[in-house]
């Protein structure tokens, strides 16, 4: 299933929708980058990503703690805040490339931490003006995993 590069989600069940069709394309291994304003929904589309995978763990914002783990029927997902670190270095120090590649890892304020992941999708979130329900996700693929994934605008 190609991944569309722009996809507007006018309310909390089509982000649920399109957090679970993102859960069918995931595979361990996989890095996902999440960046938008604070009250974008990225914590929203974790919960509704682990709920897609099977996991019935509470989902909540690992901004104080980090990371949060959760167990899925597809193995673990890696849930990361990186809003509090300074950067790579201090990201890596968690060690995260240790963990990465047996898990699914999902990082809100990914792009701070980009550059420590060669292989990623990002997903922008930005709030749609005049909508506080809508969001509209930018979508975009770094690396051979996710050449040829991406889409048309949705």
Same mark, same amino acid.
């Given at each position: =299933? ?5 996809? +507007? ?5 089509? $982000? ?7 859960? #069918? !394309?995931?595979? !361990?291994?996989?890095? @996902? ?9 990225? $914590?929203?589309? !974790? ?5 897609? =995978? ?5 989902? $909540?914002?690992?901004?104080? +703690? /980090? =990371?949060? @783990?959760? %167990? +899925?029927?597809? *193995?673990? &997902? ?25 898990? /699914?890892? @999902? @990082?809100?304020?990914?792009? $701070? !931490?980009?550059?420590?992941?060669? %292989?990623?999708?990002? /997903? ?11 969001? %509209?996700?930018? &979508?975009? *693929? /770094?690396?051979?995993?996710?050449? *040829? #994934? =991406?889409?048309?605008?949705?």
């Amino acid at each position: =299933m190609p991944l569309p590069s722009q996809i +507007t989600c006018r309310d909390i069940a089509q $982000t649920n929708a399109f957090a679970a069709e993102l859960a #069918k !394309v995931l595979r !361990v291994g996989d890095v @996902v980058l999440l960046d938008g304003p604070i009250g974008a929904g990225k $914590t929203h589309f !974790v919960r509704a990503l682990a709920s897609a =995978m099977g996991s019935n763990d509470n989902v $909540t914002s690992p901004t104080y +703690t /980090i =990371m949060h @783990v959760y %167990e +899925t029927d597809r *193995g673990q &997902l890696l849930h990361l805040d990186a809003y509090r670190l300074s950067g790579v270095a201090e990201y890596r120090d968690l060690g995260i490339d240790d963990l990465a590649p047996e898990a /699914i890892t @999902v @990082v809100e304020w990914g792009g $701070t !931490v980009a550059a420590a992941h060669p %292989e990623h999708l990002m /997903i922008e979130f930005r709030i749609v003006d005049g909508d506080d329900n809508a969001r %509209e996700l930018l &979508l975009s *693929g /770094i690396g051979q995993r996710w050449a *040829g #994934k =991406m889409g048309a605008q949705a």
